[in-house]
């Protein structure tokens, strides 16, 4: 089974809109954490935010907020009042605490934003 | 405080050679983690690893790939006697401590082309 699932290959939104990029996971852990990364047409992997299993309240940084909610195994990602250089691949991953600790990536969404 | 840093950022090799890939962590990290990622996928996790140590190589194919994090110098990805398979998008990322919460910081990866 895959442990992250992005059913969303692309997406458009308007620019000053607010978008929702859907992510789910598949975990046997009561501990893990989730994450979601921006890849731009550079290539390079940004950080956006975190959720840890045990957070109560939804994480928020800047514009990015991560709607939680555990019982449905669902970690999306909202990005409010998009701007042009918010186009780019968004990846979720999760954290299990196995001796790797390796991150799991979903495929992507492809975001694009239009003036 | 600068990131982590890959070299090459381009390698282009024929079927046969060897692909040397190196990766600095970030200052004060001690654990190192490679990725791959191949065209329109996300990233699938190769090998953890700590100074002198191999963690999990859970993602590693058996054959013609290694990965080493010696006490002094960058983490090197090696592979061996490459095919046209193995062109792909390679990351690599660092953490302080390996811990479940912690995020992991990417370098801009190094694309390999075999041809």
């Known amino acids: 089974a895959q442990k992250i699932t992005q059913t969303q290959p692309g997406m458009f939104v308007q620019e000053k809109e607010a978008v929702t990029l859907d992510c789910t996971y598949d975990?046997?852990?009561?501990?893990?954490?989730l994450f979601w990364y921006k890849q731009p047409s550079s290539g390079e992997m940004i950080f956006l935010i975190y959720?840890?299993?045990?957070?109560?309240q939804n994480a928020t940084e800047g514009r990015y907020s991560l709607n939680f909610q555990k019982a449905r195994k669902s970690a999306n990602l909202v990005i409010s009042a998009s701007q042009l250089g918010d186009s780019a691949m968004y990846f979720c991953?999760?954290?299990?605490?196995?001796?790797?600790?390796?991150?799991?990536f979903g495929t992507g969404t492809s975001l694009t934003v239009i003036p | 405080n600068a990131g982590v840093m890959q070299n090459p950022r381009h390698l282009v090799r024929r079927r046969g050679q060897e692909a040397r890939l190196r990766c600095s962590p970030m200052?004060?990290?001690?654990?190192v983690y490679w990725y791959r990622q191949l065209p329109e996928e996300g990233l699938k996790f190769m090998v953890y690893?700590?100074?002198?140590?191999?963690?999990?190589e859970s993602g590693m194919p058996k054959e013609r790939f290694s990965a080493e994090f010696p006490k002094e110098g960058p983490s090197i990805l090696r592979i061996q006697q490459v095919v046209r398979g193995d062109s792909a998008a390679y990351f690599c990322?660092?953490?302080?401590?390996?811990?479940?919460?912690?995020?992991?910081?990417f370098g801009p990866g190094t694309r390999l082309l075999v041809l």
């Open positions: 991953a999760m954290r299990e605490p196995r001796p790797g600790n390796q991150f799991y």
């Open positions: 690893l700590q100074k002198e140590n191999i963690i999990d």
């Open positions: 959720q840890g299993s045990y957070d109560e």
């Open positions: 975990t046997s852990d009561q501990s893990y954490g």
């Open positions: 990322a660092s953490s302080p401590q390996g811990r479940t919460a912690e995020t992991q910081y």
């Open positions: 200052k004060g990290h001690s654990h």
